[in-house]
T-cell receptor, first 112, second 108 residues
Framework: DVKVTQSSRYLVKRTGEKVFLECVQD?????MFWYRQDPGLGLRLIYF???????EKGDIPEGYSVSREKKERFSLILESASTNQTSMYLC???????????FGQGTRLTVV | AQRVTQPEKLLSVFKGAPVELKCNYS??????LFWYVQYSRQRLQLLLR??SRESIKGFTADLNKGETSFHLKKPFAQEEDSAMYYC??????????FGTGTRLKVLA
């Protein structure tokens, strides 16, 4: 009963490339999130969206943008990939404050 | 500022020993607190939330507003409890704020 699906488990990209990370949820949740997971730093929020075409910056938005054209899909875009964006990226969907967030399996991105 | 602090990066205990994973938070309103767990090669998933006052897999957590803490406890650790644990809170603006995580290793 997979609820949140990320399009790739592993990606290797070159410095300067434009990178798209895709996330799809089948739970009809209003809110979707992109986090970056790094050892010792935990989960840091990049962007989140609380409705179609609505987005807000999280704690570390620099170098990233997002797109939410449909309720079920939330894309993370690295405009020009850099080596310091090598990381594990987690997508999540949730119903709002106090409710459970459901996570995707993660995308491990390596920028060379 | 809203913040979740997990002071231990790594906690090692022997099988059968009690476990306590510490979590402190700073939040000006009434927080909703959670513990999430990530087992090896699995996705991050909810373990428990304070509002439910439930025990999951033998784990419990009590919200202490005076000490602004939400420590996770289990009386007898099992090897299958080895995982990464994250404390989190939700704010009124939909965001889920996570701590830096504690890796629990249960030794045989």
């Amino acid at each position: 009963d997979v609820k949140v699906t990320q399009s790739s488990r592993y990606l290797v990209k070159r410095t300067g490339e434009k990178v798209f990370l895709e996330c799809v949820q089948d739970m009809d949740h209003e809110n979707m999130f992109w986090y970056r997971q790094d050892p010792g730093l935990g989960l840091r929020l990049i962007y989140f969206s609380y409705d179609v075409k609505m987005k807000e910056k999280g704690d570390i938005p620099e170098g990233y943008s997002v797109s939410r054209e449909k309720k079920e899909r939330f894309s993370l875009i690295l405009e020009s990939a850099s080596t310091n964006q090598t990381s594990m990226y987690l997508c999540a969907a949730g119903g709002g404050p106090g409710t459970e967030a459901f996570f995707g399996q993660g995308t491990r991105l390596t920028v060379v | 500022a809203q913040r979740v602090t997990q002071p231990e990066k790594l906690l090692s205990v022997f099988k059968g020993a009690p476990v306590e994973l510490k979590c402190n938070y700073s939040y000006s309103g009434s927080p909703e607190l959670f513990w999430y767990v990530q087992y090896s090669r699995q996705r991050l998933q909810l373990l428990l939330r304070h509002i439910s006052r439930e025990s999951i897999k033998g784990f419990t957590a009590d919200l202490n507003k005076g000490e602004t803490s939400f420590h996770l406890k289990k009386p007898f650790a099992q090897e299958e409890d080895s995982a990464m644990y994250y404390c989190a809170l939700t704010s009124g603006t939909y965001k889920y704020i996570f701590g830096t995580g504690t890796r629990l290793k249960v030794l045989a």
